[in-house]
Nanobody, 114 residues
Framework: QVQFVESGGGLVQPGGSLRLSCSAS????????MGWYRQLPGKQRELVAS????????NYVPSVKGRFTISRDNAKNTVYLQMNSLKPEDTAVYYC???????WGQGTQVTVSS
C-alpha cells in the first residue's frame, strides 16, 4: 500500500523560506514522476511543481517559478520542495503524489504571514 508523509510546513514571514519533504513507502519510488500540490482555502487542489522519475526534468506553475525548487533523492524515497521568497498567497496545505496516482498523504500546512 502506497503511503506519503509530508513534513516541513509551518508559519513563516513573507520573504522567508521553507523546505518541504515527502517520504514515500509501499511503492517503487524511483519509477514514478512526482508532483507537489497545494490546496488554498476554498480552492481546488492544484499541481505546483513536478519532477521526472530520474530528476532530470522539472516543471512549475508560473506563480511559483523562480521561487520554488523541486528535487528528489530516490535512494531515500523522498521528494523535496524548497520554497523561497514566500508570499501570503502561498498559504495552503501542501501534498505530494505520484504522477499518475490516486493516493494522497495528510499534507503539511504552510502559513505565510507577518
Amino acid at each position: 500500500q502506497v503511503q506519503f508523509v509530508e513534513s516541513g510546513g509551518g508559519l513563516v514571514q513573507p520573504g522567508g523560506s521553507l523546505r518541504l519533504s515527502c517520504s514515500a513507502s509501499g511503492t517503487i519510488f524511483g519509477i514514478y514522476a512526482m508532483g507537489w500540490y497545494r490546496q488554498l482555502p476554498g480552492k481546488q487542489r492544484e499541481l505546483v511543481a513536478s519532477i521526472s522519475s530520474d530528476g532530470s526534468s522539472t516543471n512549475y506553475v508560473p506563480s511559483v517559478k523562480g521561487r520554488f525548487t523541486i528535487s528528489r533523492d530516490n535512494a531515500k524515497n523522498t521528494v523535496y520542495l524548497q520554497m523561497n521568497s514566500l508570499k501570503p498567497e502561498d498559504t495552503a496545505v501542501y501534498y505530494c503524489k505520484t504522477l499518475p496516482g490516486n493516493t494522497w498523504g495528510q499534507g503539511t500546512q504552510v502559513t505565510v504571514s507577518s
